[in-house]
């Protein structure tokens, strides 16, 4: 199976919103898995063949670097014309009082999900993509305290407040730990649930439901 093509829309996110998911990713995947596999350590038999074999683009609209809100800078590895075909694509939240999505992004949005691939967002990333029209018609939250304005700003998509909302292809996340819970539901959904738990024991992370409620303790991987 040809590894699964991961994107991240390089606005200036918040470094948490995309941080943590690509964690909980890259250490249920096969790169982190395998080695320490083949080395025979401790719960790993077995876990290899079952991982996620991934592979990230950062995508920005040129190669400059991006400033994300916490000042950390990141360099894309690809743009919004040179990107190769993606099955999914995350945005993270940026700060929605200066924010406001280029059309250059808008419309590769437009052809993602016209393509029927996956959209992840966490976050004030919902609320920042919802001008493109993508969300308009499906469930969606964003940042609790941003739900208010996510209603007047787009009144066509059905703003909740959930912790996470699955619709369809569209999967979006409250505040930034919410999107690690988002992902890591995720993983265990579409993947093995002892490599969910693998990822998350390394990371220490105990992910909750859509109401907030713990649901996997780390210490469940040993």
Not at 21 to 37: F, H, M, N, T
Not at 43 to 69: C, Y
Not at 99 to 122: M, P
Request: hydrophobic share 40%.
């Amino acid at each position: 199976m040809a590894p699964i093509q991961f994107g991240v829309l390089m606005i200036p996110y918040q470094m948490l919103d995309v941080a943590g998911p690509l964690d909980i990713l890259s250490s249920s995947s096969k790169a982190l898995i395998e080695p320490y596999e083949a080395a025979g350590f401790p719960g790993m038999e077995g876990l290899g063949s079952k991982a996620i074999d991934v592979v990230f683009h950062h995508i920005n609209t040129t190669m400059d670097p991006v400033t994300m809100t916490s000042g950390c800078q990141l360099v894309p590895t690809t743009t919004v014309d040179d990107c190769p075909p993606l099955d999914y694509l995350l945005i993270g939240g940026p700060d929605p009082m200066t924010f406001k999505l280029n059309e250059k992004f808008a419309n590769f949005l437009r052809k993602h999900v016209a393509a029927g691939k996956g959209i992840f967002a966490t976050c004030t990333g919902a609320l920042a993509i919802c001008t493109s029209g993508v969300l308009d018609g499906r469930k969606a939250t964003t940042n609790h305290m941003a739900l208010d304005t996510a209603k007047q700003l787009r009144p066509q998509v059905n703003w909740v407040k959930d912790q996470w909302v699955e619709d369809g292809q569209f999967w979006t996340a409250g505040g930034a730990c919410a999107g690690m819970d988002m992902f890591s539901h995720w993983v265990a959904k579409n993947y093995a649930a002892e490599v969910a738990a693998i990822g998350l024991q390394g990371l220490d992370f105990e992910p909750r439901d859509i109401k907030g409620n713990r649901v996997l303790k780390a210490e469940q991987a040993t």
